[in-house]
């Protein structure tokens, strides 16, 4: 993304902003005929008040994501986030 991101940002001004949130667990999958597949849980729903609440080139994920993560990835935590419709 670098490489696209300094031509954009070069030649139009244009800069990319990527965050993204990444969380674990059990999902459903659904699809209508002939359309596309939906994904549907609780871990879609918390995934995606991770991505709203990182920052630019912030990658947030979920505490169970983290654990299966440990010794293969390097993760930093970071202070508590109120996520809509979650208390925990």
């Known amino acids: 993304m670098r490489p696209l991101h300094c ?3 070069r030649r139009w001004d244009v ?3 990527v965050r993204t949130g990444i969380n674990t667990g059990e999902v459903m999958v659904t699809e209508e ?3 596309s597949p939906s ?3 609780d871990p879609v ?3 995606q008040r991770l991505e709203g609440a990182a920052r630019a080139g912030q990658v947030l994920i979920g505490e169970q994501t983290a654990r299966l993560l440990r010794g293969v ?3 930093e935590p970071i202070e508590e986030l109120e996520l809509k419709g979650k208390a925990d």
């Open 7 to 9: 031509e954009l940002a």
């Open 15 to 17: 800069r990319l902003e």
């Open 33 to 35: 005929p002939g359309g």
């Open 39 to 41: 994904v549907l849980g």
């Open 45 to 47: 729903n918390v995934a």
């Open 73 to 75: 990835a390097r993760v």
